[in-house]
């Protein structure tokens, strides 16, 4: 995570963002989550191990839908602890979830590029598994088998 202060000189505030993501397969669980903090100028940057990125059978279509996006995300939830460094509570790769923590409006939920690796642990895992069914209305039903005005038409 990497703190900003932004502002005019009168008034200042925080600015967050999610820096990189990487993976300690080697890592022991045992180990808990632990943070190193580094500063430069007026940035400080603070690096979180220990946080799982857990993938479940019944978010399949979120999976999906983000790989097949024109750039996949990871999303991290964090909670503000007592000295206002935002603590990583949850890594995902599903927009729905994401999106339930964001709905409240009192949870931040930051977002970073998915790397190439990630994205093919999660295909793999998705192809082992099955892909998702994905249930459409009764009106796009209706439209799938009709044929759109702008459409090429090989008769």
Known sequence: MTRRPVGNGLWECD??????????????????????????DRIR??????????LHRDERAAYRFNLDSRA???????????DGRMVPTLVTASQDVAASYMDGGD???????????????????????????IFLGKSRRRQRGKQHKDADRHD
């Open 45 to 54: 940057h603070y690096d979180w191990s220990g946080l799982p990125l857990a």
């Open 15 to 40: 600015s967050w963002s999610v820096s990189e993501i990487h993976s300690e397969r080697e890592r022991s669980p045992s180990e808990g989550i632990t943070c190193r903090e580094a500063a430069d």
């Open 72 to 82: 996949p995300r990871l999303f991290v939830q964090c909670d503000p602890d007592d």
């Open 107 to 133: 949870e931040h939920v930051f977002s970073i590029a998915m790397p190439a690796a990630l994205q093919c642990w999660i295909e793999a895992f998705i192809g082992r598994h099955g892909e998702p069914e």
